[in-house]
């Protein structure tokens, strides 16, 4: 397995400074609609990491019967 990892690590080392490089790709531009949903994607991902103790309430919310569970609220 060794020789096998060495043998695709050094063909990544020869694409990177022994092989002739290749035209540079210029720059590109997204649509308004691209970047907006790039956004709301981060803002989900982030909002997801930031309120997961919400979730974790949702969660023991639902395993309580609801008795239980409308006590705790009042």
């Known amino acids: ?8 690590y050094l063909l990544v080392v020869k694409a990177m400074w022994i092989s002739p490089e ?3 790709v210029g720059e590109f531009r997204s649509s308004c609609y691209e970047r907006l949903g ?9 909002g997801l ?14 395993m309580l019967d609801a ?8």
Do not use: H
């Not at 397995?1 to 695709?8: E, P, Q, V």
């Not at 790039?38 to 982030?46: F, K, R």
């Not at 990491?49 to 639902?62: C, E, K, L, Q």
């Open 1 to 8: 397995n060794t020789i096998i990892s060495l043998y695709y």
């Open 22 to 24: 290749e035209p540079v």
């Open 38 to 46: 790039m956004w709301l994607c981060i803002a989900g991902i982030v």
């Open 49 to 62: 990491g930031i309120v997961s103790w919400f979730y974790t309430y949702i969660y023991d919310a639902s």
């Open 67 to 74: 008795t239980t569970f409308f006590a705790n609220l009042i």
